[in-house]
């Protein structure tokens, strides 16, 4: 049997037929019966560009339909698929493309002559947002027959967003994706008859695979967004079923005028992930759309972990259960389990967890537990139903005076406070205590908030040595691509606050 993800999805789309895939401004681009004719000339297109089965091809384009059939076509070629933000520096390009050694390089056309000054031995051809570019030049009319793939064999590999050091490539194989997938599928529901709503970026976990794979494996239509318009959205709810975005996605729509009932009346599930969502945008979005989003959690490194049910209570501020087939335990520093409800750093074994980091056999074996599992890196508690809460990152952990500090909880009392849009609360060095706790506080447009106020706010909530020693406030916090809080920025940014 071929375990390449790709055989999974043709299968799939044979029964489609003639059922529309992508569809973009009302117009269909592709259907589902063009899946298997227009992978299969692209992957002999790359075949023919001198990319070999288990080669690298690194991706940094926008998003198109051309780039969606280019992710496919390469699972069909038997390459290793490495998706690049669009927003890196040619030197940040170099690093990866350094690391991946790819055969191929493919890149927006206005930057080839860019990319190939850092592309070394790898081949470098274009595609554009529109179509147009060097990879689509004289595709073969033969389709390439799709590659034989073991589930150990890797179809991606994805770099971390490199928060702490240099990023490093998560090395995820057919088995990893298609068995995520494939419990993704049956815990949300996915129907033929259901239609996406896609308004993710597809150079991350969250809209390549997540979404993608979702939509691939039930046979079912994506609305095709090359970007974030809330207008174009709402006016899709009307033939949509399903949406997937990051906080800042619902936040915007729940500001929306024309966010209502009866504009979600159609729409059977709103999923948010990438990022933690507010417990108060949780709310305000029920009470906007009548709809209840379902958080769920996961990294680069496994896929998804963990999801509020599709039945049953979708609670605000926590990330729901183990998905099936997925473990989870949760570990203090000292490497023993902790009690129900007591926070520790979350690890997870199962089929979704990736092979390893690329090229870098320390980092892996620094990573991982005897038994397969893998420290996330998360601090989270569990209750004794196995419903997961994450309370921060490790290395977000604030030690003040020889105690431990969450940043979470004290995010949670000062979000609470009238005024305050969101916050986020991090430790810098300080001379008697070693860390200070400093919030930095985004308002509410046209709000007053100030300093003495968000302390007095929360001097009754929280104990003496967990409030801040210093409140910032701005009209808005730093976020990377995917809308998480770029808290290493703001270490760096205050870092001298109580030491300068």
Known sequence: MNDNLIAQILAVAEVAGGESFLTEAGKPVLAYADLDRETGRMAAQLRALGAQVGDRVVVQVEKSPEAVVLYLAALRAGLVFVPLNTAYTAAELEYFIGDAEPALVVCRPADAGTVAGVAGAAKVVTLGDDGAGSLLADLPDQPLPVAERGGDDLAAILYTSGTTGRSKGAMLSHGNLLSNALTLKDLWRWRADDVLIHILPIYHVHGLFVALHGALL????????????????????????????????????????????????????????????????????????????????????????????????????????????????????????????????????????????????EKTREEFREGGWFVTGDVATQEADGRVTLVGRAKDLIIAGGLNIYPKEIEEAIDALPGVAESAVIGVAHPDMGEGVVAVVARVPGAAVDEAGVLAGIAGKLARFKQPRRVIVVDALPRNAMGKVQKAALRAHYGGLFTA
């Open 218 to 361: 039930a046979g079912a239509e994506v609305l095709f967004h090359r970007g974030f318009d809330p207008d174009a959205v709402i006016a899709d709810f009307a033939r949509g079923t399903v949406l997937m975005g990051v906080p800042t996605h619902y936040t915007r729509l729940t500001c929306h005028p024309r966010l209502t009932p009866a504009a979600c009346a159609h729409m059977r599930l709103f999923i948010s992930g990438s990022a933690p969502l507010l417990a108060e945008a949780h709310k305000r979005f029920e009470e906007g759309s009548g709809s209840r989003i379902l958080e769920r959690y996961g990294m680069t490194e496994t896929g998804m972990i963990t999801s509020n049910p599709y039945d049953g209570a979708r609670v605000a501020g926590t990330v729901g259960y183990p998905l099936p087939g997925v473990e989870v335990r949760i570990h203090d520093d000292a490497g023993v389990a902790v009690a129900p409800g007591e926070p520790g750093v979350l690890q997870v074994r199962g089929p979704n967890v990736f092979k390893g980091y690329w090229r870098n056999p």
